[in-house]
């Protein structure tokens, strides 16, 4: 089975990217199916269902939404192994810049939003730098120097990443994303695989549940701003 892990900011056309990308999928014959992680509530898994994808929907609650997807990962490719799927597709919550939900040797996609602003992929981590692939949504309505320069801006945090623009409302572009995701590489498990890069963390008495401000209540790893 081969997996694609999808990462990026809230709001920047995730799932229409990979529900666009699927119908070209599914035109093949291929069986695809999605594993959504989100923090609290979600309703893109309707949006998967209504063109007939398999979907898992994994909230993570109190939990930061990364580790919760790797500590899970193993049964959900576990889980499209019974259903026979032909490319498992994770797509993270996406909610930190800080954010690492990409595997080595997985096929890793970072979807951004091109009304975001010019400098905010310079602001985005691992997700972006560390993708394989980039994808540039809402390019149609900003201007053809927003483009160039945001376009720019992308290079700069991953000289290396193929760029691909979308437009999650007709689907112009996601035919050329659908080829690269049949050259995914296959797995059966991911067991002994690692992060392309840590996970955001820290230990300290916020994580334990203490809610109560002051010097004499941090404890754990702590990190001070300088003033």
Request: aromatic residues 8%.
């Amino acid at each position: 089975m081969k997996i694609v892990t999808v990462s990026g900011p809230p709001s920047s056309g995730k799932t229409a990217v990979i529900v666009k990308t699927i119908e070209n999928l599914t035109r093949d014959g291929l069986k695809i199916g999605v594993i959504k992680f989100d923090c609290l509530s979600t309703y893109d898994d309707q949006l998967y269902k209504k063109i007939g994808v398999e979907v898992k929907v994994g909230l993570s609650g109190n939990l930061c939404p990364d580790h919760y997807f790797i500590s899970n990962i193993e049964d959900c490719v576990k889980w499209g192994l019974v259903e026979n799927l032909d490319i498992l597709i994770s797509e993270s919550a996406g909610l930190c810049n800080r954010c690492s939900p990409h595997i080595k040797d997985v096929l890793s996609i970072c979807v951004v939003d091109s009304l975001s602003g010019v400098n905010t992929p310079k602001k985005i981590g691992p997700m972006l730098k560390l993708a394989d692939i980039v994808v540039i949504t809402k390019g149609d309505i900003v201007s053809q120097a927003e483009r160039e320069v945001f376009l720019f801006s992308v290079k700069q945090a991953n000289p290396k990443a193929s760029i691909f623009y979308i437009n999650g409302i007709t689907g112009q572009g996601s035919y050329d994303l659908s080829v690269y995701l049949k050259r995914a590489e296959e797995f059966e498990t991911l067991t002994h695989k690692k992060l392309k890069f840590s996970m955001p963390a820290a230990v300290c008495s916020y994580c334990t549940g203490e809610i109560r401000i002051g010097e004499e209540y941090l404890t754990g790893n702590i990190k001070r701003i300088k003033i």
